[in-house]
């Protein structure tokens, strides 16, 4: 298995208050994705990263706020949560560099849920 | 833009039957195409996958043929088991290798009674 965890593995806040979800991989892999899973519609991007400090937005970006400072970790912020994202938060990896295919490595998700 | 529509489910087979999950997508270009499978409480994993037309990917027994003439990526098995009981995701990539992101479609629930 890639070695991708993410933290804290569940989450129960309150609306507007601010949230940090942390990605951390020791795969040395390039790219860094955030996403969302929900019922009846699959993933969805948030942000990704193609390198330290290199971040752009996704499908549904909107509220989210990303931060790399090292290749290893990929930080997710809602600055001001609202029940809407109550979700489950998915990071993934990949390094294009080394797969044709863009395969992508899944961790194992984070459970938040907002009040 | 890219989308990738599969049936939701949930699909209820007994063990032993032939499966298939049909995916079918819209993408300009040639995109790859991937199955993944989510287990209960688990993240993602890489089923199978196929980069250009007429590739079989294939694993695990499951098997899935990349079909530019009706733009589908069909999922089979021939004989499935309770073990198989998952989330299934159909998605491609659009970015010919870049990093732009997966377009999944909504998932198949699948569940194999004994």
């Known amino acids: 298995d890639a070695g991708i965890t993410q933290s804290p593995r569940h989450k129960v806040t309150e609306t507007g208050t601010p949230v940090t979800l942390r990605c951390h991989q020791t795969?040395?892999?390039?790219?860094m994705y955030w996403y969302r899973q929900d019922p009846g519609h699959g993933l969805r991007l948030i942000h990704y990263?193609?390198?330290?400090?290199?971040?752009d937005k996704g499908e549904v970006s909107d509220g989210y706020s990303v931060s790399r400072s090292k290749t290893e970790d990929f930080l997710l912020t809602l600055e001001s949560a609202t029940s809407s994202q109550t979700s489950v938060y998915f990071c993934?990896?990949?390094?294009?560099?080394?797969?044709?295919?863009?395969?992508?490595?899944f961790g194992p998700g984070t459970r938040l849920t907002v009040l | 833009g890219n989308s990738v529509t599969q049936m939701e489910g949930p699909v209820t087979l007994s063990e032993e039957a032939f499966l298939t999950i049909n995916c079918t997508y819209t993408?300009?270009?040639?995109?790859?195409l991937f199955w993944y499978v989510q287990y209960p409480g688990e993240g993602l994993q890489l089923l199978l996958k196929?980069?250009?037309?007429?590739d079989k990917g294939s694993n695990k027994g499951f098997e899935a043929t990349y079909r530019k003439e009706t733009t589908s990526f069909h999922l089979e098995k021939g004989s499935v088991q309770v073990s198989d009981s998952a989330v299934y995701f159909c998605?491609?990539?659009?970015?010919?290798?870049?990093?732009?992101?997966?377009?999944f479609g909504k998932g198949t629930h699948l569940i194999i009674q004994p």
């Open positions: 993934a990896i990949s390094d294009p560099g080394t797969s044709v295919q863009n395969e992508q490595f």
């Open positions: 795969e040395n892999h390039r790219y």
């Open positions: 990263s193609y390198g330290v400090k290199d971040t």
């Open positions: 993408a300009t270009g040639y995109p790859s």
């Open positions: 196929a980069t250009k037309a007429d």
């Open positions: 998605a491609l990539d659009y970015s010919g290798g870049g990093a732009d992101g997966l377009t």
